[in-house]
C-alpha cells in the first residue's frame, strides 16, 4: 500500500510541477508525503531553486508554487508585489492547466498501467454461465428473491459478462434480473432501493460458489490418511451433497479432530471415505484455483491493441466508481467510508505483481476522482475558482481564497479522522 500511494503521489505531484516549470513558476517545493515541523530526508541542489523531501505524516503530497495560496498557508510572500516567476502573476489558462495537471496525470497512469497489465499478462476471466456452481448470495440478497446457486445472465436486459465491478453496479442497481435456476432462466424483480439497503448488509451479497478439488496432497495429512489424490473432488460431508468449497471448509473447521464421513468423486465414479480435520480444521490439501475448475476466456494483446483496450478498462473502472460514488452522500454510504485499513485490506496478503499494479490502477482513478470535487484545498477547488475568474473577468479575493483553503482543510482533515475511525471500529468489532 505504501509504495503504491507513493506512486499515485509522486505522479500526482509531477502533473502540477512538470507544467509550472514549463510556465516558469517557481517551486519552492516538491515533497512525498506532509512535513510539519520536520522532513525524514530533503535535498536541494546548488543550481536548483526546489526543495525534494520525504515528510513524515502519509497523507498524500505536494508541490509549493510560489505565490499561491495552498496548505503551507504562506501568508508573508502574499503581502509581497506580485514577481514574474510567481503562479499569482500568470495568466488564468495556464494556472487551470497547472492545478488540471495532478489529476490529469493520474487518469492517464491509470489507463496506461491497465494497458501494460493487458500487454504482459493479458486477460482471462471466467463467464458467468461457466460458474457451474453459480453464486452464495447474502441474507439482503435473498430477501431481494436471489437463491444460492443462481448464475446471474442479464441486468435490465443487458448481458453480464463475468464477476468485476460492473457486472456488480449492473446487478446492484438494476430493476429486473434473469438468472438460471436449475437449469431454466427465471426473472427476480428487486426491490425499489436494493441497491441502498446493500450498502448496509453484512459481507459480500454475491460470492461464486466453487467446487473442493484436490490439487494436492501434503505428507501425513489428514487427507494422505484418508486416501484422497490429486483430482478428488469432494462434493458433501455425512450424506449431504453438493456442497460448495466454502461450506465444506467452514464443516471442517466445525468438527476439529472429529471424523466426518466425506463423498468424493474419483474418475467419475462416486466414493466415500472418513477423514479427521486437524486441530485446526485443515485437512492437509492444496485446492485447485477457480480458473483450473471452471473454463475461462483467456485474450491476449499486442502492443498496438493494450493501449485501447487499457483506456477501456480504465473508463469502465471510472464509470463504475462513479456509479458508486453518488452513494457517498447516503447515510449508508458515509457508514461505509474506510481509510488507510481499508486500502489495506484491498491489497493481497502475499506479493502479486498483477494484483499490485491492478490495485494502483484503480487507486489513480480514485485519487483523480477525488481531487476532482469541488473542495476548497483539493484541486478542484482550486479548479472551481479559476474558472470563476476566466469567466467573470474577476479573480476572487485573496482573503476569500484563504478562509476557503482553511476551510478546505479542515473538511478533508475531518473525513482523514472519519474514515480512518471508522476502521478501527470494524477492527474493535
Same mark, same amino acid.
Given at each position: 500500500?505504501?509504495l503504491?500511494?507513493?506512486?499515485?503521489?509522486?505522479?500526482?505531484?509531477?502533473?502540477?510541477?512538470?507544467p509550472?516549470?514549463?510556465?516558469?513558476?517557481?517551486v519552492?517545493?516538491?515533497?512525498?508525503?506532509?512535513?510539519?515541523w520536520?522532513?525524514?530526508?530533503?535535498?536541494?541542489?546548488?543550481?536548483?531553486?526546489?526543495?525534494?523531501?520525504?515528510?513524515?505524516l502519509?497523507?498524500?503530497?505536494?508541490?509549493?508554487?510560489a505565490?499561491?495560496?495552498?496548505?503551507?498557508?504562506?501568508?508573508? *510572500?502574499?503581502?509581497?508585489?506580485?514577481?514574474p516567476?510567481?503562479?499569482?502573476?500568470?495568466?488564468?489558462? *495556464?494556472?487551470?492547466?497547472?492545478?488540471? /495537471? /495532478?489529476?490529469?496525470?493520474?487518469?492517464?497512469?491509470?489507463?496506461?498501467?491497465?494497458?501494460?497489465?493487458?500487454?504482459h499478462?493479458?486477460?482471462?476471466?471466467?463467464p458467468?454461465?461457466?460458474?457451474?456452481? #453459480?453464486?452464495?448470495?447474502?441474507?439482503?440478497?435473498?430477501?431481494? !428473491?436471489?437463491?444460492?446457486?443462481?448464475? &446471474?445472465?442479464?441486468?435490465?436486459?443487458?448481458l453480464?459478462?463475468?464477476?468485476?465491478m460492473?457486472?456488480?453496479?449492473?446487478?446492484?442497481?438494476?430493476?429486473?434480473?434473469?438468472v438460471?435456476?436449475?437449469?431454466?432462466?427465471?426473472?427476480?424483480?428487486?426491490?425499489?432501493?436494493?441497491?441502498?439497503?446493500?450498502?448496509d448488509?453484512?459481507?459480500?451479497?454475491?460470492?461464486?460458489?466453487?467446487?473442493?478439488?484436490?490439487?494436492?496432497?501434503?505428507?501425513?495429512? &489428514?487427507?494422505? *490418511?484418508?486416501?484422497?489424490?490429486?483430482?478428488?473432488?469432494?462434493?458433501?460431508?455425512?450424506?449431504?451433497?453438493?456442497?460448495?468449497?466454502?461450506?465444506?471448509?467452514?464443516?471442517?473447521?466445525?468438527?476439529?479432530?472429529?471424523?466426518?464421513?466425506?463423498?468424493?468423486?474419483r474418475?467419475g465414479?462416486?466414493?466415500q471415505?472418513?477423514?479427521?480435520?486437524?486441530?485446526? #480444521?485443515?485437512? /492437509?490439501?492444496?485446492?485447485k484455483? &477457480?480458473?483450473?475448475?471452471?473454463?475461462?476466456?483467456?485474450?491476449?494483446?499486442?502492443?498496438?491493441?493494450s493501449?485501447?483496450?487499457?483506456?477501456?478498462? /480504465?473508463?469502465?473502472?471510472?464509470?463504475?466508481?462513479?456509479?458508486?460514488?453518488?452513494?457517498?452522500?447516503?447515510?449508508?454510504?458515509?457508514?461505509?467510508?474506510?481509510?488507510?485499513?481499508?486500502?489495506?485490506?484491498?491489497?493481497?496478503?502475499?506479493?502479486?505483481?498483477?494484483?499490485?499494479w491492478?490495485?494502483?490502477?484503480?487507486?489513480?482513478?480514485?485519487?483523480?476522482?477525488?481531487n476532482?470535487?469541488?473542495?476548497?484545498?483539493?484541486?478542484?477547488?482550486?479548479v472551481?475558482?479559476?474558472?470563476?475568474?476566466?469567466?467573470?473577468?474577476?479573480?476572487?479575493?485573496?482573503?476569500f481564497?484563504?478562509?476557503?483553503?482553511?476551510?478546505?482543510?479542515?473538511?478533508i482533515?475531518?473525513?482523514?479522522?472519519?474514515?480512518? !475511525?471508522?476502521?478501527?471500529?470494524?477492527?474493535?468489532?
Amino acid at each position: 500500500m505504501v509504495l503504491s500511494l507513493s506512486i499515485l503521489v509522486i505522479i500526482h505531484e509531477c502533473g502540477h510541477f512538470i507544467p509550472a516549470r514549463l510556465f516558469k513558476v517557481r517551486v519552492e517545493k516538491f515533497y512525498l508525503f506532509f512535513n510539519p515541523w520536520f522532513s525524514l530526508w530533503k535535498f536541494r541542489s546548488k543550481r536548483s531553486e526546489t526543495e525534494y523531501g520525504i515528510g513524515w505524516l502519509p497523507l498524500g503530497g505536494y508541490v509549493k508554487l510560489a505565490g499561491m495560496i495552498d496548505e503551507s498557508m504562506d501568508k508573508e *510572500q502574499l503581502k509581497q508585489p506580485e514577481q514574474p516567476w510567481e503562479f499569482r502573476s500568470k495568466p488564468a489558462l *495556464q494556472r487551470l492547466i497547472i492545478m488540471i /495537471g /495532478g489529476i490529469v496525470m493520474n487518469f492517464i497512469l491509470a489507463f496506461f498501467i491497465y494497458a501494460m497489465i493487458l500487454l504482459h499478462w493479458g486477460e482471462e476471466y471466467i463467464p458467468f454461465r461457466n460458474y457451474t456452481m #453459480g453464486f452464495a448470495f447474502n441474507e439482503t440478497a435473498e430477501n431481494a !428473491g436471489f437463491r444460492d446457486g443462481d448464475i &446471474p445472465l442479464t441486468a435490465d436486459g443487458k448481458l453480464l459478462e463475468t464477476i468485476d465491478m460492473k457486472s456488480l453496479m449492473a446487478l446492484a442497481e438494476a430493476a429486473e434480473v434473469t438468472v438460471l435456476r436449475d437449469g431454466a432462466e427465471t426473472g427476480i424483480t428487486l426491490p425499489e432501493g436494493f441497491n441502498k439497503v446493500l450498502l448496509d448488509s453484512k459481507g459480500s451479497f454475491i460470492v461464486p460458489r466453487f467446487p473442493f478439488v484436490v490439487s494436492s496432497v501434503n505428507n501425513g495429512s &489428514p487427507a494422505k *490418511q484418508a486416501g484422497l489424490l490429486a483430482g478428488d473432488s469432494i462434493v458433501g460431508v455425512e450424506g449431504n451433497l453438493g456442497m460448495a468449497a466454502d461450506e465444506l471448509t467452514d464443516l471442517f473447521n466445525e468438527h476439529k479432530e472429529q471424523a466426518v464421513a466425506i463423498a468424493f468423486y474419483r474418475n467419475g465414479a462416486l466414493q466415500q471415505t472418513e477423514i479427521t480435520p486437524n486441530e485446526n #480444521g485443515k485437512i /492437509g490439501v492444496i485446492r485447485k484455483s &477457480p480458473v483450473e475448475v471452471y473454463q475461462t476466456i483467456y485474450k491476449r494483446y499486442n502492443f498496438f491493441t493494450s493501449f485501447p483496450a487499457g483506456l477501456s478498462k /480504465g473508463v469502465s473502472t471510472m464509470k463504475s466508481y462513479l456509479g458508486q460514488f453518488k452513494y457517498f452522500f447516503t447515510k449508508e454510504g458515509v457508514e461505509s467510508l474506510g481509510g488507510f485499513g481499508t486500502i489495506a485490506s484491498i491489497f493481497p496478503p502475499l506479493w502479486d505483481w498483477e494484483a499490485f499494479w491492478s490495485m494502483t490502477a484503480f487507486l489513480s482513478i480514485i485519487l483523480g476522482v477525488m481531487n476532482v470535487l469541488p473542495i476548497p484545498a483539493l484541486d478542484g477547488g482550486h479548479v472551481l475558482f479559476l474558472l470563476y475568474e476566466i469567466i467573470s473577468g474577476r479573480k476572487p479575493n485573496e482573503k476569500f481564497l484563504e478562509y476557503a483553503q482553511i476551510t478546505g482543510m479542515i473538511i478533508i482533515l475531518g473525513l482523514v479522522l472519519y474514515s480512518n !475511525g471508522n476502521d478501527i471500529l470494524r477492527f474493535l468489532r
